[in-house]
Nanobody
Framework: VQLQASGGGLVQAGGSLRLSCAASGLTFDDYAIGWFRQAPGKQRDLVATITVGGSTGYDDSVKGRFTISRDNVKNMLYLQMNSLKLEDTAVYHC????????WGQGTLVTVSS
């Protein structure tokens, strides 16, 4: 199983980024999937989730700014991030919401002032 996140980069505060996660080796539409992030020196936290049917959930820290979506045909997960803040700086990963599979490298998002 591979869950490969991409799309990170350096962006100014207030800017936007769109992350993608390509899933392979699993039956993608069997799982609720989430975006997780890990800031330097901190634990990895779940910030956004989406069920097989498309119901979404967000941590309060990103609610109203981030939008999670999925394409069950392409086995892809997305995270549209708007109004980025300095505290959004982290390595972002995708996984099932139960953290079933090994973590990939993730994609680094750096928000600058």
């Amino acid at each position: 199983v591979q869950l490969q996140a991409s799309g990170g980069g350096l962006v100014q505060a207030g800017g936007s980024l769109r992350l993608s996660c390509a899933a392979s080796g699993l039956t993608f539409d069997d799982y609720a999937i989430g975006w997780f992030r890990q800031a330097p020196g901190k634990q990895r936290d779940l910030v956004a989730t989406i069920t097989v049917g498309g119901s979404t959930g967000y941590d309060d820290s990103v609610k109203g700014r981030f939008t999670i979506s999925r394409d069950n045909v392409k086995n892809m997960l997305y995270l549209q991030m708007n109004s980025l803040k300095l505290e959004d700086t982290a390595v972002y990963h995708c996984n099932t919401v139960t953290r079933r599979y090994s973590w990939g490298q993730g994609t680094l998002v750096t928000v600058s002032s």
